[in-house]
């Protein structure tokens, strides 16, 4: 299939949340402090795992990767958006649109992706724990990162280059505030039917794995921890899924909801709000929950923070 540019627009228009000026000055600013809280909590937990030699484990090495996706998740998409309400320009063009879909949509395939691996870490961490550095070895872990950004790659590439096959007639408003593949093909002239398709084909398949493989290992480790004997051990051994769980239900959940509320409303400023909830609150919230529920990511924040030097973690706990 040949693909090239054919369209008019040399530029579109983000909307944004909502056109009412007299809001313009707060979304700017709760936007700003999210998206610095986002930077600064992700870049501590990264600073943390990097320093401490007792967090050198794929477990948090999982973690420190999901936290640089997150700083990439909302630097693809907040800086623009508070760059346009600055300068009252919300325009964008369409090379500077077609480059915003493939980052937003890589950088949010690989954080699903990284959800399932360490859905996977938490399985053979507890259902075969004399195995788990063997199994998850340092260079297993990289080379499964990898192959998860080079899949997201493709997934992203291919919806990309499905965009140029289409043909958009005049300057037009995408009622977002980043160019959200959906909506940008939901605005061409030309029939989009086979982009339409291969967002909910292509994008089941490939959410739909990430989802399976976290079932099927969440449902290994129940079983595994009701043959635990003692209530103490099955505490202990579920605790350490707690802080993954949460971050699975916030993105998986913020990101149903999205799916669910563009299927049954015709609002574009609701579904514009609830795309909030999956490309800017779970990547914010991420750092609070491993930092608050886990004690050894604590005590590492504590002396990164306080510039102390690092004790062993047996003498801590």
């Known amino acids: 299939m040949k ?3 054919h369209t008019d627009v040399l530029e579109f228009i983000l909307v944004g949340l909502t056109d009412n000026p007299e809001l313009q000055p707060f979304i ?4 700003l402090c999210m998206y610095m809280v986002t930077i600064l909590g992700n870049l501590l937990i990264i600073l943390a795992v990097s320093s401490d030699s007792h967090l050198h484990t794929p477990m948090y090495f999982f973690l420190s990767s999901l936290s640089f996706t997150d700083i990439c998740i909302s630097t693809t998409t907040i800086p623009k958006m508070l760059v346009n309400i600055q300068s009252q320009d919300y325009s964008i063009t369409y ?11 890589i950088f949010i395939g690989l954080e699903s992706c990284l959800l399932a691996m360490m ?5 053979v961490a507890i259902c075969q724990p004399l195995r788990y550095r063997i199994i998850l070895s340092p260079y297993f872990c990289v080379l499964l990162v990898l192959l998860s950004l080079l899949i997201s790659t493709l997934h992203a590439l291919l919806h990309t280059l499905m965009v140029l096959r289409l043909y958009f007639c005049t300057n037009v408003e995408i009622p977002h505030f980043f160019c959200e593949l959906a909506q940008v093909i939901k605005l061409a002239c030309s029939e989009n039917f086979i982009n339409t398709f291969l967002i909910y084909s292509a994008g089941n398949i490939f959410f739909g794995v990430h989802i399976v493989g976290i079932i099927f290992s969440y449902t290994k480790i129940v079983f595994s921890i009701l043959r635990i004997s003692s209530t103490g051990g099955r505490y202990k051994a579920f605790s350490t899924c707690g802080s993954h769980l949460s971050v699975v239900y916030l993105f998986y ?5 999205v799916y669910l509320s563009s ?3 015709k609002s574009s400023a ?3 709000v609830a795309s909030v909830m999956y490309i800017v609150i779970p990547q914010m919230m991420n750092p609070f929950i491993y930092s608050l529920r886990n004690r050894e990511m604590k005590i590492a924040l504590r002396h990164l923070i306080s510039g ?5 973690l047996s003498y801590c706990l």
């Open 263 to 265: 299927a049954f409303t």
């Open 119 to 123: 859905a996977y870490d938490r399985y």
């Open 95 to 105: 090379t500077g649109c077609l480059i915003q879909i493939p980052f937003a949509m």
């Open 308 to 312: 102390k030097p690092l004790v062993f």
């Open 253 to 257: 959940g913020s990101g149903f909801g």
């Open 270 to 272: 609701k579904n514009s």
């Open 3 to 5: 693909l090239k540019k």
């Open 28 to 31: 700017f600013s709760l936007f």
